[in-house]
Nanobody
């Protein structure tokens, strides 16, 4: 069982930056792929970024809409995954969710554990 708690959301202006954090419980954090997803009102939950770790190498992937602006990272010693968001745009406004899963995938349905979400609002 893994419990996830997100933090770091807020209200910012276009062009600003935010860093989201996701603290995970559980001893096997390092064995899980970690993903960030977001859901805007009236829209489906969508993939933002993911990070996996083989014990040596770290693999990351990003949605095209955030590539070059967002950076995902993980600190296995702290059981925490981060999402650094730069050059934020109004279209980035959504509830951001952290997720953990065994499979390395961009599909929300493949993730087994989810946080409660944190609101990010970007004003123009």
């Amino acid at each position: 069982q893994v419990q996830l708690v997100e933090s770091g959301g807020g209200l910012v202006q276009a062009g600003d930056s935010l860093r989201l954090s996701c603290a995970a419980s559980g001893r096997t954090f390092g064995s899980y792929a970690m993903g960030w997803f977001r859901q805007a009102p009236g829209k489906e939950r969508e993939f933002v970024a993911r990070v996996s770790w083989t014990g040596i190498y770290v693999y990351t992937a990003y949605a095209d809409s955030v590539k070059g602006r967002f950076t995902i990272s993980r600190d296995n010693a702290k059981n925490t995954v981060y999402l650094q968001m730069n050059s934020l745009k109004p279209e980035d406004t959504a509830v951001y969710y952290c997720a953990a899963g065994i499979r390395t995938t961009n599909q929300p349905r493949s993730y087994d554990y989810w946080g409660q979400g944190t609101q990010v609002t970007v004003s123009s």
